[in-house]
């Protein structure tokens, strides 16, 4: 049972340099995120996607663009890579949005991309 | 606005009991959540409580919340060294936009 996959899980840029990081979920979740975590800030929301064919800002959305390619993939772009994006990169999914009351919706994590941005 | 507090560092002795204090700001959660770190690894589920309970308890776990004070806390029993984590206090709520809003983390160190 795989759950959440990152890809990759450690990667090296120089500044400017692009990439494109990769999430896939096999437990037929309908929303997905991607956060970053930084030391003593716990997490912070950069994208997420409520459904297969959205795609909304998060707290941190600045540098980055995402794509929900279908119900399972949501990867992450950093055109122009900068230091400051220097973090882990951590990819989640939940069944939807705890858009009801009563409704337990828990986030599944992936393992983390780690990447530092020289 | 929304806001999870927690203090970033506890250090407790093997076989003691460690407790894992948390704020929050939103009245409207309708969840709340635990999550362990180990190092190098993602986040990992380890309970939750609905905002209507007081208390939630798994084998060595204890959640307990005061939706008053908005203030939840997690009690392990017998802490061992595979304990030693971060721990992340998260809450969910209804309104539309992001449902998650996690606090910083505390790191647990367990002593021999």
């Known amino acids: 049972n795989a759950g959440v996959t990152q890809t990759p899980k450690f990667q090296v840029l120089k500044t400017g340099q692009s990439m494109t990081l990769q999430c896939a979920q096999d437990?037929?979740?309908?929303?997905m995120y991607w956060y970053r975590q930084d030391p003593g800030m716990g997490l912070r929301l950069i994208y997420y996607?409520?459904?297969?064919?959205?795609?909304d800002k998060g707290e941190v959305p600045n540098g980055y663009n995402v794509s929900r390619l279908n119900k399972r993939e949501f990867s992450l772009r950093l055109e122009s890579a900068a230091p400051s994006q220097t973090s882990v990169y951590f990819c989640?999914?939940?069944?939807?949005?705890?858009?009801?009351?009563?409704?337990?919706?828990?986030?599944?994590f992936g393992d983390g991309t780690r990447l530092s941005i020289l | 606005g929304e806001d999870v507090e927690q203090s970033l560092f506890l250090s407790v002795r093997e076989g003691d009991s460690s407790v894992i204090n948390c704020t929050y700001t939103d009245s409207s959660s309708t969840y709340l959540y635990w999550y362990k770190q180990e190092p190098g690894a993602g986040l990992q589920l380890l309970t939750y409580i609905f905002s209507n309970m007081d208390m939630k308890q798994d084998q060595r776990l204890t959640v307990l919340l005061n939706k008053k004070d908005k203030h939840l806390s997690l009690r392990i029993a017998d802490t061992q060294t595979g304990d030693s984590a971060i721990y992340f206090c998260?809450?969910?709520?209804?309104?539309?936009?992001?449902?998650?809003?996690f606090g910083p983390g505390t790191r647990l160190s367990v002593l021999p």
């Open positions: 998260a809450e969910s709520m209804t309104s539309y936009g992001q449902n998650f809003v």
């Open positions: 989640a999914s939940s069944e939807e949005r705890a858009s009801r009351v009563y409704s337990n919706q828990p986030q599944h």
């Open positions: 437990m037929n979740h309908n929303s």
């Open positions: 996607s409520a459904s297969e064919g959205t795609t």
